[in-house]
């Protein structure tokens, strides 16, 4: 089975890590992912301010192309592209006026149709967390997991429907699957700064303090993302703040590892914190 | 846009489509931000100068701290966007050409290493 696949700009460089265990891990359990044939970045950003549709032209243009993939579906995974492309989605297909104005601009004639999908919820949906646990090895046993799922993923509750904006649960059922203990982690849906950190260098240091601290306070041994902002705020910071010296990881790798995928393939080499303790498990 | 006092106001009021005297001060919006700590008003102060008509709200950094992480929006049981109130004042900025970043400010080094993401999200929300 193929799927439509946005990528997006950091996946394309800067996040490969992201893209290729997403794409090899997904393949292994017999999803395969296809890139979109023409994509531009999503705007990363969804415009708050009302009638801002210059804002969500790019996130609708991607959606438009994707439709006529006709599959029905759109796969992305970094956080930031999720979330724009999924609430614009949800504009064109709830406002008469975002559907009109941005049709007219990019001349096409896209209904917002389309289901914008995270691989969590392929994993749950498709593949199944019953079958996904029959498939991993037994390497991840016990290990304890902060799932770390930031401000994009699941806020606003109504247009994102990924579960409660403060206390989603599929990352925590998606660990569990592998074998992994999700750990309590009352810092998951927050805030690690975001792009304040061009900006606002000491909000980032203190928001990636808290979420260390969170994370080692329940006794995790890893932490894992699909941001890769978020996964370069914690690991730019590690040095001054993650004492216990836990590894930042994409879920994605995290699934990588379960289900016994080469590291080469999985981008985990040369990181801060290494998980070499956690892939030593893994391969006992 | 002159930022004087309720026309201030009358503006963010018509560009986030939030309507700032539903805010009962309760603070939710406060407890819960992410520029806790860094921000020399909050939220909910926020909140407050607009329901007074403050024309200084402009030149507050407030808006620039914010991350539109969106936990003020899903916590307010008024049911008030802040996150959108905050953009309206980022919006009335930098339709007036104020913005706090600009590409000279970044150094070499973190241009070679942060997601392009952060770029693009950056500048779309704090420079005109
Ligand atoms: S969206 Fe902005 S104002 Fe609201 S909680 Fe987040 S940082 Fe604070
Ligand atoms: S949470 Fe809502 S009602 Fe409470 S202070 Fe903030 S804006 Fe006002």
Redesign the interface.
Not at chain 1, 193 to 200: A, C, P, T
């Given at each position: 089975m193929s799927i439509p696949y946005f990528p997006?700009?950091?996946l394309h460089?800067?996040?490969k890590a992201l893209d290729d265990s997403t794409r090899a891990a997904l393949a292994v359990l017999g999803l395969e992912l296809s890139g979109l044939p023409e994509w531009t970045?999503c705007?990363?950003?969804f415009?708050?301010?009302?009638n801002?549709y210059i804002?969500m032209v790019a996130s609708a243009r991607i959606l438009a192309n994707a439709a006529k993939q006709g599959d029905g579906r759109l796969v992305t995974v970094?956080s930031?592209c999720y979330h724009v492309l999924k609430r614009v989605n949800h504009a064109v297909r709830n406002s008469d006026e975002a559907r009109t104005k941005l049709n007219d601009y990019l001349e096409e004639d896209y209904d917002g149709q389309l289901r914008v999908l995270h691989p969590l919820e392929l994993l749950r949906d498709e593949v199944g967390f019953g079958a996904l646990r029959n498939r991993v090895g037994a390497g991840l046993k016990g290990t304890r997991v902060a799932c770390y799922y930031g401000?994009m993923l699941s806020?606003?509750?109504a247009e994102m429907d990924f579960g409660d904006?403060?206390d989603p649960a599929v990352m925590e059922k998606f660990v569990a699957a592998l074998g992994g203990e999700p750990a309590d982690f009352s810092w998951k849906?927050?805030?690690c700064?975001?792009?304040?950190?061009?900006?606002?260098q000491?909000?980032v240091a203190?928001?990636v303090k808290d979420i260390f601290q969170a994370a080692a306070a329940g006794g995790a041994q890893v932490i894992i993302t699909s941001c890769?902002?978020c996964q370069?705020n914690l690991e730019?910071h590690s040095e001054a703040d993650n004492h216990s010296r836990i590894p930042v990881l994409y879920f994605a790798q995290l699934l990588g590892i379960a289900l016994e995928i080469p590291i080469n393939k999985l981008g985990l080499a040369g990181r801060y914190a290494d998980p070499e303790a956690l892939l030593q498990g893994a391969r006992r | 846009m002159t930022g004087t006092g309720i026309e201030v106001t009358l503006k963010v009021r018509?560009?986030?489509?939030q309507n700032p005297f539903l805010c009962m001060q309760c603070g939710l919006c406060s407890a819960g931000c992410?520029?806790k700590?860094?921000m020399d008003m909050l939220p909910r102060q926020v909140m407050r100068l607009l329901q007074f008509g403050s024309g200084k709200l402009l030149d507050e950094r407030s808006m620039?701290?914010c991350?539109?992480?969106?936990?003020c929006?899903?916590?307010c049981p008024r049911g008030i966007?802040v996150?959108?109130v905050?953009?309206?004042l980022r919006?009335l900025n930098q339709r007036r050409g104020v913005s706090?970043?600009a590409p000279a400010?970044?150094g070499a080094e973190?241009l070679a290493?942060?997601?392009?993401?952060?770029?693009?999200?950056?500048f779309?929300?704090?420079s005109a």
């Open positions: 997006g700009c950091t460089v800067k996040a970045c705007g990363t950003v415009p708050l301010a009302r801002n804002g970094c930031f401000c806020r606003p509750a904006p403060e849906t927050k805030c700064g975001s792009y304040q950190v061009l900006n606002e000491g909000l203190g928001r890769p902002l370069y730019a | 018509e560009i986030s489509g992410t520029g700590g860094t620039w701290i991350t539109t992480c969106l936990t929006t899903a916590r966007d996150a959108r905050m953009e309206a919006a706090v970043l400010d970044l973190i290493d942060v997601p392009q993401m952060a770029l693009t999200s950056a779309r929300k704090l």
